[in-house]
């Protein structure tokens, strides 16, 4: 099992649509998480943490399921400027190693 | 405040070469992290500095090596260059809590490297 995976769509929705997306990650002990989203040819940028109780900042929403292992992040009222690719990230939990990136899912926006 | 930068934007190396991507983290953050990241594919962690010290590496081979100068700033180095290194390389930095938890990291715009 891959230690971070997520379904690499493309999602094509219309605008105003919602849309979900899921990331499963393999340790248990993990301890951080993140989602980043990338724009073609362009950096990562932070959209938000994960909290375990879950957290919202406008149209998104993020949630953290421990017993399972897993993250989602849901749009709601999508816009033509969501379209990108969103990046699920998780710090394994062991002091000194690195973040691992998912590879990333495909959102697609049309009006 | 600034952002994370990295030189060159672009570079441009045939094979054999070496190539030497610089980045200067967020003033205030310790750690900085190097990625590569191919055409269609998924970041794939390199390198991680802090203080200076090398603390992790990712699964590449010994040609990719860098070092963290001590006003945080990084230089990745990739010596005997193939055509499959070209790629875009990103720099990230964060704060490195005292659990040694890598804390948020924010990344720079990247160099892409094509190798001809």
């Known amino acids: 099992r891959k230690e971070v995976e997520q379904d690499p769509g493309p999602f094509n929705v219309p605008e105003g649509a919602t849309v979900a997306f899921n990331c499963t990650y393999s340790?248990?002990?993990?301890?951080?998480f993140f989602w980043y989203r990338q724009d073609c040819r362009k950096e990562p940028k932070l959209l938000m943490s994960v909290y375990s109780s879950g957290n919202e900042d406008g149209r998104f929403t993020a949630q953290l399921n421990r017993a399972s292992q897993y993250i989602s992040l849901l749009i709601r009222d999508s816009k033509l400027s969501d379209s990108a690719t969103y990046l699920c990230v998780v710090h394994p939990g062991q002091a000194g190693t690195a973040l691992i990136f998912g590879k990333g899912t495909t959102l697609s926006v049309s009006s | 405040e600034a952002g994370v930068t990295q030189s060159p934007t672009h570079l441009i190396k045939t094979r054999g070469q070496q190539a030497t991507l610089r980045c200067s983290p967020i003033?205030?953050?310790?750690?900085v992290y190097w990625y590569q990241q191919a055409l269609g594919l998924g970041l794939q962690f390199l390198l991680w500095?802090?203080?200076?010290?090398?603390?992790n590496r990712g699964n590449f081979p010994p040609r990719f090596s860098g070092r963290q100068f001590p006003n945080y700033s990084s230089e990745l180095n990739v010596n005997a260059l193939e055509l499959e290194d070209s790629a875009l390389y990103l720099c990230?930095?964060?704060?490195?809590?005292?659990?040694?938890?890598?804390?948020?990291?924010?990344f720079g715009p990247g160099t892409r490297l094509t190798v001809l």
């Open positions: 990230a930095s964060s704060w490195l809590r005292t659990d040694w938890i890598t804390d948020t990291q924010y």
């Open positions: 003033s205030g953050h310790t750690s």
């Open positions: 340790n248990s002990a993990s301890q951080s």
């Open positions: 500095y802090d203080e200076g010290e090398e603390r």
